[in-house]
């Protein structure tokens, strides 16, 4: 009975556009082919923004300390984003497409009543892997920024959430991600600098090391002509 009094209360966000979703649901109803993909992508797809962040985190151990700084800042601000999001659900608590339009076609399985629906979590998730790789390295952003418009009509089309939930999650956490990186790459770059001088020197930088540097260049004064 709790719960049905929370959902209740909750904010009905099919009258923002409503319409919209069910033209999306209807298409999703008209290509079932379509639906079982859909479904898997919505929630494994997560883990292209996470292989997009690795394949930063690898190409910065050839660019120095700041890329380096950004590469480590990229899954931080992530998961900043995703925080904020989840206390905006909180505080919006608007309730899920398939309690409001129960009677649109749906996809994905309803959740719990206090499984609130703006702002998605999941294209949260996408949209700061857009900005957070924008600083690191502009193509792995842009490979992120297409994925992250799969994921969010994906949302929209498994009827997990209305269209503006997905918008409202682009606009929180395009900027949040963003302002996270930049502020570590200033605040953490010099102790990201001190990790090359360490036993993790080999997951922050391929330079070789101080000492290593003077042999190297002995024998190459030694080869001959």
Known sequence: MAAAA?????LDGSGID????????DFA?????????????????????????????????????????LALAAPVAVLTAFAAAEVVKRFVAEVRPCRSMAHA????????????????????????????????????????????VLEGFSRVYVGAHYPHDVLGSAALALPVAYLVSSALRRWAAPL???????????????????????????ASAGDPL
């Open 6 to 10: 929370t959902a209740q209360l909750a």
């Open 29 to 69: 109803r008209d290509t079932k082919w379509l639906n079982t993909p859909m479904e898997v992508w919505t929630d494994l797809g997560l883990g292209v923004f996470a292989i997009l962040m690795i394949a930063g985190w690898w190409t910065a151990r050839r660019r120095g300390p700041q890329a380096m700084t």
């Open 18 to 25: 409503g319409s919209f979703f069910t033209s999306v649901t």
């Open 105 to 148: 076609y749906l996809v994905d399985t309803c959740p719990a009543p206090s499984d609130y629906a703006f702002p998605s979590g999941h294209a949260t998730v996408a949209a700061a892997s857009v900005a957070a790789l924008f600083l690191l390295d502009r193509r792995l952003s842009a490979v992120a920024a297409v994925f992250a």
């Open 192 to 218: 990201v600098g001190s990790l090359s001088h360490g036993s993790l020197r080999p997951l922050v930088t391929t330079e070789p090391t101080a000492t290593a540097q003077p042999a190297r260049q002995a």
